[in-house]
Every structure is written in C-alpha cells, then in structure tokens.
C-alpha cells in the first residue's frame, strides 16, 4: 500500500510520471480537483512489463550475425549458451541488468538480464575465457569494436 504521493510518483517509471503529470494538467488550469486523491492511500500492482521480446532467428556464426535479422545463437561453436547480434543491429539497445527480457525462436524463454560477466577482446582472449555457468550469455561488442566484446548474464525465468 502506498501511504502518500511522494511514494506514488516514486512508483512510477519516469514515461507513467510524465503521463500523470500530463494528464492532470486539465483538472489544475481549471482549478478543479482531480477525480483522484494524491493523500488518500492507493493501492497499485506494480508488475515489471516485458520491455524486450527478440527471436533468436538462427543458429549460425559471423555470416549471420552480419545479416543483422536478430540475435544468432552461437551456442555451438562456443560450447556455452550465447547468443550474440552486431552494437549497431541492436545490441546498443539491449537492455540493462534488471531487466525482463521474452526471446523466442531458438532458446526461447523469458530471462532476467544480469550484468556484464565479462568483456573480452577478440585479438587477445581465447574462446576458454567466456564465462561458463550462466543459462545464457548475450554478446555484442560495444560501440562496434572488437576489443570491447561484452558478455551479459541471462537468468532464465520462464
């Protein structure tokens, strides 16, 4: 139960604040109240929508990757489950640790988004130095460079 309304604002995704705010702006240029108390207790559900949903569209390698049509499930030739897209075809906007992410197609499910397990530099590091123990990793390199090839934690939730 929320008990004020600083506590409610505090609830809300900064997009649902702006919506509230904006939708009472009617009721305060007219001068009238609001059809809604902001003192009086509220009770809200606050559930954790998916914000991302993707299809693992194939197994494959570099070829696919490049062909940027989603993320490629490099499971195979790593030996641990991953999956992996381009920075530029989407892995810029994958999104941060705390997250819920729904993947269909190959390795479907839905998953927690952990941190970054590792960030490998392709001339470097060998295949042996991905992170093993995760239900699923997803790797892009960050900002289109090779040197800073980031793997991010995937808990299976679904």
Known sequence: MVRSWHALFLRFAPRQLAALVLSLVPWLLAGA??????SAPVHYVVSAPVVFARSVWTVGWQKEIDECRGPVDLSARYGVPVIAEHWSCGGAH????????????????????????????????????????????????????SATMSFTELTRIR
């Not at 109240?33 to 902001?38: A, D, K, T, Y």
């Not at 705390?98 to 470097?124: C, D, K, W």
Request: proline content about 9%; overall charge negative; some cysteine.
């Open 33 to 38: 109240v609001p059809p809604f108390s902001l």
């Open 94 to 145: 994958f999104p941060r640790e705390g997250s819920t992410i729904t993947l269909s197609g190959e390795l479907g499910g839905t998953f927690r988004v952990g941190p970054v397990a590792a960030e490998l530099n392709v001339a470097t590091d060998r295949v042996s130095a991905i992170p093993h123990g995760f239900d699923l990793l997803y790797q892009t390199c960050r900002n289109g460079s």
